[in-house]
C-alpha cells in the first residue's frame, strides 16, 4: 500500500435538528495513498458528500464535525483556522461536484475565472496568468483553448463546463483532488471521457483522488481501493479487485446486482428493497438488518464492528458472503 497522503480517524460529523443531532457521518476511519484513488459508493444520503465536505473543511452550518481527525503532513486539519483551512483548499485540496454551473460564476468568462484563481496562489502577472489558463484549457481537452478563455460559463456544454471545473481544481496542482459525482449530470459518452480525463491526470501529475460516487461501473474502472458507506458509517472497505471478486457484505452483493453488468456469481441473486433507513431512527443492533435477506435475531440485537476479514479488506457484518457467521 502507497505511504498515507491523508488519514481520517474516526471522524464524527451531525447536524443538529429539533429531534436531536442527526449523524450524517459516525465515526469512519480509512486513508488515500500517494497517487491512490479511492471511491467511496453508497446510496443517496448514506453520507458520502458529507464525508468530501468534512474533509475540505465546508460542511454546511449548523452541520459540524463532532470528533475524529482527518491528518495530512503531520497536521489534524480540524485544529486549523478558517483561514489556514482556505489556504490548503486553494493548494493541497481540491474539489469538483456534480454541477459545475453553481461553482462557475455565471457573469465572467471562464478564463477570467481560472485566471483568478491561479493569481490567488501564485504570484503571477496577468500574461503569465492568461497564458496558464490557456494551458490548463489545452490540458484538459477543450478544443480552441484561446478562445474557449473567452466564453462565459453557459456558452459551453455540461461536459466542457466539466472539464473548466477541473482544470480551474488543477490550477493549484493539488495533493488530493475529491471528485464528487463529477459526472452524473451528463450523458453517459461524456461521462466517460471526464473520468478518463481525471485518471490521466490523476497518474500524470502523481495526484490522490476521492471519488464519490453511486455507479459501482465506475469504481471497477477508476478505483484503487473502495468503502462502501451505509447510514454513515463504513460497511465494508477492500481493494477494488478485491470487492468485485469477493463482495463480502450483503449491501454490497445488492448494490452490484443492481448493476446488470456486474452480476456476482452469488447462489441467491436479490436486489435491495427497501430504503436507507432515518439516521435518527436507527434500529438497535445492524443498520441495514431491515433490508438484508441474511439478518438473524442477532444482527436485531447486536451492532457489527468493522472487522477484519482478509488481507486489506474488511467488513461489518455478522454474516458475510461465503464466510459463515462472523463470532
Ligand atoms: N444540510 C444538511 N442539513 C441537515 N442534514 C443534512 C444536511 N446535509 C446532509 N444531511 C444529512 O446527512 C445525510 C448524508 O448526506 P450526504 O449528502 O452525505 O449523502 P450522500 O451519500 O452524499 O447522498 P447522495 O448520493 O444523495 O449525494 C443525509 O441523509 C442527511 O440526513
Ligand atoms: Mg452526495
Do not use: W
Not at 483548499?89 to 477570467?112: D, K, Y
Not at 481544481?169 to 475529491?178: E, F, N, V
Not at 458509517?233 to 477492500?238: K, P, S
Amino acid at each position: 500500500m502507497p505511504e498515507a497522503l491523508l488519514e481520517v480517524k474516526e471522524l464524527q460529523t451531525s447536524f443538529p435538528t429539533k429531534d436531536g443531532p442527526v449523524p450524517a457521518v459516525n465515526r469512519i476511519s480509512f486513508r488515500v495513498g500517494k497517487g491512490e484513488t479511492l471511491a467511496i459508493v453508497g446510496e443517496s444520503g448514506s453520507g458520502k458528500s458529507v464525508t468530501a465536505l468534512s474533509i475540505i473543511g465546508l460542511v454546511d452550518r449548523p452541520g459540524k464535525v463532532t470528533g475524529g481527525e482527518i491528518r495530512m503532513d503531520n497536521r489534524n486539519l480540524l485544529e486549523l483556522s478558517g483561514r489556514q483551512m482556505r489556504r490548503i483548499r486553494g493548494s493541497e485540496i481540491a474539489m469538483i461536484f456534480q454541477e459545475p454551473m453553481t461553482s462557475l460564476n455565471p457573469v465572467f468568462t471562464v478564463g477570467s475565472q481560472i485566471a483568478e484563481s491561479l493569481r490567488a496562489h501564485q504570484r503571477l502577472t496577468r500574461a503569465e496568468a492568461r497564458s496558464q489558463t490557456v494551458d490548463l484549457l489545452r490540458l484538459v481537452g477543450i478544443p480552441d483553448p484561446d478562445k474557449a478563455a473567452h466564453r462565459f460559463p453557459h456558452q459551453l456544454s455540461g461536459g466542457m463546463r466539466q472539464r473548466v471545473m477541473i482544470a480551474s481544481a488543477l490550477s493549484c496542482q493539488p495533493k488530493l483532488l475529491i471528485a464528487d459525482e463529477p459526472t452524473t449530470a451528463l450523458d453517459v459518452t461524456v461521462q466517460a471521457q471526464i473520468l478518463d480525463l481525471i485518471r490521466q491526470l490523476a497518474r500524470r501529475m502523481g495526484m490522490s483522488v476521492i471519488l464519490i460516487t453511486h455507479d459501482l461501473g465506475v469504481v471497477a474502472e477508476m478505483a484503487d481501493r473502495v468503502i462502501v458507506m451505509y447510514a454513515g458509517e463504513i460497511v465494508e472497505e477492500a481493494g477494488a479487485e478485491e470487492l468485485f471478486d469477493r463482495p463480502l457484505h450483503p449491501y454490497t452483493i445488492g448494490l452490484m446486482n443492481a448493476l446488470p453488468r456486474l452480476h456476482v456469481h452469488q447462489e441467491e441473486l436479490y436486489s435491495i428493497q427497501g430504503t436507507v433507513p432515518h439516521l435518527l431512527r436507527l434500529p438497535p443492533g445492524c443498520a441495514f438488518q431491515s433490508r438484508c435477506p441474511a439478518a438473524t435475531a442477532r444482527c436485531r440485537a447486536d451492532k457489527p464492528e468493522l472487522a477484519q476479514a482478509a488481507d486489506g479488506h474488511k467488513v461489518r457484518c455478522f454474516h458475510p458472503a461465503g464466510k459463515g457467521e462472523i463470532v
